[in-house]
């Protein structure tokens, strides 16, 4: 049996949860085709909630975190994955339900994975389900229409992994890029993205929502949900579309019908979790293309996996600036 090194949650009788080193056969895997080397993971909002009480993702304990694993194959009885394939895998279960990147070993169903050809695990990892997600964003916004000669984009939430990565994918296809953080130190990283301006939360504080406000944008990446969300979508202009993935701010969304019946504004849910495999090859395949961030070695810090558990716990407040790559191989 082979000893495996991992991060493991542990829940207990009074709800409370630890993150600790431990040392594990590998019988604790959940069985699998394909068993991988881990050599980065990453750091996410909902790698936060797993080892929150109530957090609300995580099925059960033990559980090993880690939505996010790229590294090389090491043993495999699918045909599709050879030893030495270098993979990258995220969504579904893994790091909620089936252990996750937090370990030096990880074993997955190969229809869970994506063969990387064109990119790194370094890459990967970095891009990861955040930046997955963004891609995802900006290729609904193109897809339902909106060119950069419509105007500008709004990304709600810009210094995180999601908001980073679409400002800077939308920046260099062209588009015009309006960043909105609470984070006043941020300009500078935000315009070296390639915003074209940088503005505080909105709604502006004691600015109220209008069931119509005023045209301002042809589309928004949100992230942040709540009234943040209700503000964008009443500022949309005609036949404007929101890309919304996430609810950092809240899961209510404060609105009337009229920005969808006045001005034909569009609503699309975006979700990398539960997306089909081809589909996820696909845009992986993008990714490495035309969706590949120019910017990702700036938007991207290294932490070694020991450091994880102090990192998580910034996240839930927002302390965490663009994307955090977990250092897994060699790191415990």
């Not at 450091?307 to 191989?329: K, N």
């Amino acid at each position: 049996m082979v000893a495996v090194n991992a991060l493991v949650a542990h829940q207990d009788a009074e709800g409370s949860i630890t993150l600790k080193h431990e040392v594990v056969d590998e019988s604790f895997l959940p069985e699998g085709d394909v068993q991988i080397a881990v050599e980065y993971s990453g750091v996410n909002y909902k790698d936060a909630l797993a080892i929150s009480p109530k957090g609300g993702v995580a099925r059960s304990y033990p559980l090993i975190p880690g939505i996010d694993v790229a590294g090389t194959v090491t043993a495999s009885a699918s045909a599709d994955f050879a030893v030495g394939d270098k993979v990258v895998a995220h969504g579904y279960d893994i790091g909620t339900g089936r252990h996750g990147g937090y370990a030096d070993t990880a074993r997955y169903p190969a229809d869970y994975l994506v063969k990387l050809e064109a990119l790194t695990t370094a890459q990967a990892a970095a891009i990861g389900t955040a930046g997955f997600t963004a891609a995802m964003s900006v290729n609904a916004i193109r897809a339902n229409g909106v060119r950069p000669q419509d105007g500008a984009v709004l990304v709600t939430g810009a210094t995180g992994g999601v908001g980073s990565v679409s400002v800077d994918l939308l920046a260099s296809l062209g588009y015009e890029v309006i960043a909105s953080t609470g984070k006043t130190d941020a300009h500078d990283f935000l315009m070296r993205l390639g915003a074209t301006e940088v503005i505080g939360r909105l709604p502006e504080e004691g600015e109220k929502i209008r069931p119509l406000g005023k045209s301002r944008w042809a589309a928004v990446v949100d992230s942040v949900g709540g009234d943040t969300l209700a503000y964008a979508l009443s500022t949309l202009n005609y036949g404007g579309v929101a890309a919304i993935s996430g609810l950092a701010r809240s899961a209510d969304l404060p609105t009337t019908v009229m920005p969808f019946i006045l001005r034909g504004v569009t609503l699309v849910g975006i979700d990398s979790v539960m997306l089909r495999i081809d589909k996820r090859r696909e845009m992986w395949q993008s990714i490495a293309t035309d969706l590949m961030p120019r910017h990702l070695d700036d938007i991207t810090h290294d932490i070694s996996i020991l450091e994880a558990p102090d990192t998580l716990r910034t996240i839930i407040g927002g302390g965490v600036t663009g994307r955090t790559r977990v250092v897994v191989r060699d790191g415990f």
